[in-house]
Each structure stands twice: as structure tokens, then as C-alpha cells.
């Protein structure tokens, strides 16, 4: 029998770890306007301290589902890892699961909001407290110098411009 936790009304003070095993951060954005292509970011770290979450992950941690998709994110055409090896946000609880803040993306830094909700606290088998934050945002990539696109032939483009930001995390609180 599972218990259902009780979201918080508002973010919990102290400082807050994430834990990356039963974490993620993620992207989505529309591909052909029929379908969806997704990635995640795998060696994140994030942090929340009195309400302020900071997290960055190395672009080189993004994983899709092929290598050369891979290779082409990490390439000058979207995030130019080379140039700029690091994503991150920085942002203030304003509500609860609100955070307004900032997003640097291929070292452009833009204001975003990122909405959703928290749950928690709760005390893990080993005794350790948690919460979890469900966050997301939408941004535009071309804001951030990411312009590449392919025509497609019955007009329009292969790619959305507006591109989903989520992160699911659980946070332990530090000692």
C-alpha cells in the first residue's frame, strides 16, 4: 500500500542535496510537428537553500537515444559544448513549486519561471528527510542562440522553437 504525501505550501528551509539516483532533468521539444524528441541531462547537481535553488549539468552529460543526435547537440549547431561546456539555473522560491530565477544556455542568460509542485517532507527508511521537487518551463531556444532547423518540404520547420525544461528531483537534506 502506497502513502500519498501532502504537497507543501511552501519550500522548506535549510539546505536540501539532490539525489541524482532517483532524480532527472530533461528536455522535450516537437519534432515534425507530430511527435516529441526528448533528452535527459545526466550529470546534474542541484542544490536548494532557504528557497534558493541553484543547479548546473555539463552539456556532455546529455543522452538521447543516438549517438550522432548526440554529437549533433553537442555541436556548434545547438549547444557548442566545446565553447561552452555548462547549462544552468539560479532562482528564488515565490510560491509554492514556483521558482523565479535565471537559465543560462550557450551563455546566454535569460529570466524563466519555472512552475510545479513540492512534496514532502518525509523520512526515507534510513532516516534520512526528504522532498521532491516537480518543476518545469517552457523556452524559447532561439533566445538562446540555438537557430538550427531543417526546412521541411510542405513548408514549416523539423523543429519547435519552445522547448520543454523539466526536472524531477528529490532532495536530501544535508546534515
Do not use: C
Not at 539525489?19 to 524528441?37: E, K, M, N, Q, R
Not at 521532491?132 to 517552457?138: N, Q, S
Request: proline share 5%.
Amino acid at each position: 500500500m502506497s502513502t500519498l504525501i501532502e504537497q507543501q505550501t511552501a519550500v522548506p528551509a535549510g539546505t536540501w542535496q539532490a539525489d541524482t539516483i532517483h532524480s532527472s532533468v530533461g528536455f522535450a521539444v516537437s519534432y515534425l510537428g507530430i511527435s516529441t524528441f526528448s533528452g535527459e541531462l545526466k550529470g546534474f547537481e542541484a542544490t536548494l537553500t532557504d528557497g534558493k535553488l541553484t543547479g548546473q549539468a555539463p552539456v556532455s552529460s546529455i543522452e538521447v537515444k543516438d549517438e550522432n543526435l548526440k554529437a549533433h547537440l553537442e555541436s556548434p549547431d545547438f549547444f557548442d559544448a566545446e565553447r561552452f561546456p555548462e547549462l544552468s539555473f539560479s532562482g528564488t522560491a515565490t510560491a509554492p513549486g514556483a521558482f523565479e530565477g535565471e537559465i543560462t544556455i550557450k551563455g546566454v542568460t535569460k529570466p524563466a519561471t519555472l512552475a510545479g509542485a513540492v512534496s514532502g517532507p518525509v523520512t526515507d527508511a534510513y532516516g534520512n528527510e526528504r522532498i521532491a521537487l516537480r518543476l518545469e518551463t517552457v523556452a524559447d531556444r532561439t533566445e538562446f542562440g540555438i537557430e538550427w532547423n531543417a526546412p521541411l518540404p510542405g513548408g514549416g520547420f523539423a523543429l519547435s522553437n519552445d522547448v520543454k525544461l523539466k526536472a524531477d528531483l528529490t532532495l536530501v537534506k544535508a546534515a
